[in-house]
């Protein structure tokens, strides 16, 4: 039904910025629940930050104030906006999709990498 590509990783130092973009395929987008995941190496899978479909959105706590998390319904595409980086932040980010009674579909995943 949708099919999510991430895009926008890459090496930044710290304090430094980035924006993750998810682009959408396939019917409804507008209807789905969305979200960006981080899993570190060793690590689970996290939520970083999710919207919905109205627009209503949610950050873990060790991000808030620092990402921002957006979607354009018209254009089929969500972002993160990622400020103030820190090294702990490393992470693959993974783009996430989900509606009620449905399956998640998840993105490819875009490296991200905070170091001096």
């Known amino acids: 039904q949708v099919q999510l590509v991430e895009s926008g990783g890459g090496l930044v130092q710290p304090g430094g910025s980035l924006r993750l973009s998810c682009a959408g395929s396939?019917?409804?987008?507008?209807?789905?629940?969305m979200g960006w995941y981080s899993q570190a190496p060793g690590k689970q899978r996290e939520l970083v930050a999710a919207?919905?479909?109205?627009?209503?959105?949610n950050y873990a706590e060790s991000v808030e104030g620092r990402f921002t998390i957006s979607r354009d319904n018209a254009k089929n595409t969500m972002a993160l906006q990622m400020n103030g980086l820190k090294p702990e932040d490393t992470a693959v980010y993974y783009c996430?999709?989900?509606?009620?009674?449905?399956?998640?579909?998840w993105g490819q995943g875009t490296q991200v990498t905070v170091s001096s």
């Open positions: 996430n999709a989900h509606a009620k009674g449905q399956s998640a579909i």
């Open positions: 396939g019917n409804d987008f507008r209807l789905y629940f």
């Open positions: 919207i919905a479909p109205g627009g209503t959105a």
